[in-house]
């Protein structure tokens, strides 16, 4: 329930504040005075849009701020979730939006996506306007009103059917991809399958090119390779025995170590030299050892030269076909394994198809079976709703008026396989027509309150909001637009912006957009009312003129009614609350 509206800077109101209690509030004002100023405030506090021209002029930024007591946890919770807190076991809701267009929105004083409100406040606070008079004569606004209507014995099995629906839509759509595009299925599973032969006929093994690239290096440059090992070797350990003085490095070496070792006992540090040489010789004779056989092992042969030429090209087709752009044979086997896994997908199609129809058919089954529940519930409630409005209506000064609920089997659609339509007769003797066609704006707005009254019990929110519900109504039915009202603020907290006295004499509470003129700037305020003030608004909403006295004795006559209906509401409520009362 909300407990309080502020607005500052939107329209003509400066700076208003309104605190609300539970039950009726009627909210009134001359024209232009910026009644709707309230119900746009609150649209703002919903998430609804917000246009950059309501700012007021001359300031920067507009501000509605909301403040709602008995929140449920679940919302509290989300407040919670992103930073925010209660206050006072309150919940702060507040919008501000810019003169640039920029807008901002706060859940228990924490900044939060403008969509979140529109999460958390739908459950708090409804509006209802003009606009959703004319949205009720959409077919499937008439639709939801019924199923709410209706409750778990549509909405339960509609749940299920909903999700059967999407389900059979999915698989649909899927059938449709697979046998549509089964051509080209066909060639990219036979480009596949080529590529995969290709490549099981070549076997290719990982790092297999790099391998034969160094292998086909050493082929090509056999001789050379043999030479130059041949040629080290000797260097390092000639094998001439004729010469007198050594030339290889080796018998340098050795002459070398056999000077130092003749003197090294009389110095240490020679001694250190004497060993690095030495160590030198067991190097070199080590490095030529290899040396010689390594030019031992350099094999000439063209025959396993032309062997791996040949294999390479075999690879090097491959990784230009399937490689990568660093082209080895390793990506080729990675596109194997990949073009494998997508080969065998392709030629499970088939049985993929079988799969999906097998399931289709029992889609269709089960949404056959949860159609015609939802139809059934829907007949049974659409008759129990109609017989409910009508005697709303006579209640509302329409004693002769129907609302017929039909319900018309089509096409199975994402809401069942239902068409619903209201159809209403103003009066005995004419046919009852579609909704949008048999009725007026004032008949409108008394259907769609007599649907209010009637859901309040199957789909209640704490707070809802009427902007000139009562549009086009006059005289007794106007009276009894203000009894029901007020008959559903025992229920929920009512919030009615209003221009008919009628209307606004059945309300708990009375608030006033008053508006002031400095004779340049227009202002607005909310002033809740005393009685005196009250008789007095009254009287002006009748007449035009705050002293008539004619209008003051009509406007104490009409509260004096409503009077009269609190004392009998209290008297009944008392009477439930008996321990003496029959249930």
Known sequence: MLSEIRITGLGVIEDATLELDPGFTAVTGETGAGKTMVVTGVNMLL??????????????????????????????????DRGGELDDDELLIARELSSEGRSRAFLGGASVPVSVLAEVSGDLVAIHGQADQWRLLQPARQRETLDTFAGKPVLVPLGEYATAYKRHREIEAELTELTTRERDRLAEADLLRFGLQEIAKAEPLPGEDVELAAEEERLAYADGLRTAATTAADALASEDLESTRPSDVLGLLSLAKQALDAEREHDAKLAELADRAS?????AADLAGELSSYAADVDTDPARLAVVSERRALLTALVRKHGAEEGTVDEVLEWAKRSAARLAELEGSDERVEQLNAELAELRAQLKDLGDQVSTARREAAARLGVAVSEELSGLAMPHATLTVEVHETSPGPFGADEIEFC???????????????????????????????????????????????????????????????????????????????????????????KSDDGSVTTSGLVALDDDARLKELSRMMAGLENSDAAQAHAEELLALAAQRHVKTKKKKSS???PGSKG
Request: charged share 25%; net charge positive; aromatic share 4%.
């Open 424 to 514: 209403f007769a103003a009066n005995p003797g004419s046919p009852a027509r579609p909704l949008q066609k048999a009725a007026s704006g004032g008949e409108l707005s008394r259907v769609m309150l007599a649907l209010e009254v009637i859901l309040s019990d199957t789909h209640p929110v704490p707070t809802l909001v009427f902007d000139e519900i009562d549009a086009g109504i006059g005289g007794r039915a106007a009276v009894e637009v203000g009894k029901r009202l007020a008959r559903l603020a025992e229920k929920a907290q009512v919030i009615v912006v209003t221009h008919l006295p009628q209307v606004a004499a059945f309300a708990d509470r009375h608030a006033v957009v008053l």
């Open 576 to 578: 439930e609350l008996s």
């Open 279 to 283: 160590e030198l010789g067991y190097l």
């Open 47 to 80: 998430g609804g849009r917000a246009d950059s021209g309501l700012v007021r002029h001359g300031v920067r930024r507009a501000r509605v701020e909301g403040r709602a007591s008995g929140v449920p946890r679940s919302i509290v919770q989300q407040a919670e």
